[in-house]
């Protein structure tokens, strides 16, 4: 079997392919091969984990397109630099300032033929740009891809493993998001396209869901297995990721269920129907024009901007559909509504429709800038953060955002 090194030389960039089911254990390899080959590049995205055995220090450049928990302490040191990016230009960086010679990525092995597992994400945009591929072969992931088997031609299996692809549990809905969800859910029409982000907000829409929907996301969760259980899923569900535990990698193996998200993210198809869309993505934060922050809280990158602004952007001119921001009114003690975001702006007030907390929703379309902040001052009860007010760090796995 031939060594990652053998597959890379020297000044590349490799690009590791990301999520749940990413060759996580493949660090040492990368360290050492950064080693052998000087001047190599890293590129990374979405990590739910930490790459153990990953050495930063010994890449001349290491850089990654989705922030987070996995990345979180990298990113405030230094040591990874986080490039800005919707998921659905990803495979226009890789095709022009990003591109990379080397992709390592996961799959599993069926006779001659190689099938992405848990992801496809922007694994085939990397290849389609010519990168050498360094196959990982993994025996226990699922096999989820709706393009069927990879045309890899002369890809190096570089390493075999049997490692289960990242389990993301549910810590169950608290009584907030119990409510949150209840209100999404009663915004949400019967037989929508439905798009939600990660944790216990897709849980709790997912609960209070009384109507058939349709599910077209970046990523799909165990609460999509809850909704086809209780046969409110209708057709296949489409994403480009898989995020959750082993019950939902059990029920995707074999379902058509991922695409590449030059598909899932393309906003011309999202916007364009039949059916209506409503995107659901939470927040860290939104100020009184309806501007949103997914991305940092207290100085820090605790998520990326992912799907959040693609759907968000495909929702809002989807006929019928919505763009809908949900989170707590507060956290940790201090309003989630603020004067004016400092951070970044992630989604931009025009492609926010309706803003949803505990305590109900309000409906930002047709209002104009003063109508908004006093529409949002209202719903907060006057709750407002004003600029440089205390705020507590977030608690790491807090990051907001659409995949």
Do not use: K
Not at 363 to 389: I, K, M, N, Q, Y
């Amino acid at each position: 079997m031939p060594s990652l090194e053998s597959v890379v030389r020297a000044g590349d960039l490799v690009a590791v392919a990301d999520g749940c089911g990413a060759p996580l254990g493949m660090g040492p390899a990368l360290t050492r091969t950064a080693h052998a080959r000087p001047g190599t590049r890293l590129l990374l995205g979405w990590c739910p984990a930490p790459v153990d055995g990953l050495c930063f220090e010994a890449f001349t450049d290491v850089r990654t397109v989705m922030g987070g928990y996995g990345l979180r302490t990298a990113i405030d040191s230094g040591r990874v630099r986080y490039v800005p990016a919707r998921l659905g230009a990803v495979p226009a960086l890789l095709a022009g300032p990003l591109r990379p010679d080397v992709l390592v990525v996961a799959a599993r092995r069926d006779g001659r033929r190689y099938f992405l597992g848990s992801e496809v994400g922007w694994a085939r945009a990397a290849i389609e740009v010519g990168a050498r591929v360094a196959l990982v072969l993994n025996d226990a992931l699922p096999v989820s891809d709706a393009d069927g088997p990879l045309s890899v031609g002369d890809a190096a299996v570089v390493a075999e493993q049997s490692r289960p692809p990242v389990a993301r549990s549910s810590v169950g809905a608290s009584p907030v998001f119990g409510r949150i969800g209840a209100h999404v859910a009663s915004l949400i029409p019967e037989g929508a396209r439905l798009q939600h982000g990660p944790g216990p907000l897709g849980d709790a829409i997912a609960t209070a869901l009384e109507v058939p929907v349709r599910v077209d996301s970046g990523l799909v969760t165990d609460a999509v297995v809850d909704l086809d259980s209780r046969g409110l899923l209708v057709g296949e569900a489409t994403a480009a990721y898989l995020s959750g535990t082993e019950r939902l990698y059990r029920w995707a193996d074999g379902r058509p269920v991922l695409h590449r998200v030059e598909h899932t993210h393309d906003l011309g198809r999202l916007a364009a129907g039949p059916h209506p869309l409503v995107a659901v993505n939470a927040a860290l934060e939104i100020d009184l024009t309806g501007q949103v922050n997914v991305e940092r809280s207290a100085g820090s990158i605790v998520g990326g901007v992912g799907g959040h602004s693609d759907y968000a952007a495909a929702a809002a001119r989807c006929p019928g559909g919505s763009s809908i921001v949900a989170l707590p009114s507060s956290h940790d003690g201090h309003s989630t509504l603020v004067e004016r975001i400092e951070g970044p702006i992630t989604t931009p007030r025009h492609d926010v429709d309706v803003v949803v907390t505990e305590r109900g929703w309000v409906d930002l379309r047709g209002l104009d800038d003063v109508e908004r902040g006093a529409a949002l001052l209202d719903h907060w009860g006057g709750d407002l953060r004003r600029p440089g007010a205390a705020r507590q760090d977030d608690r790491p796995g807090r990051a907001a955002g659409g995949e």
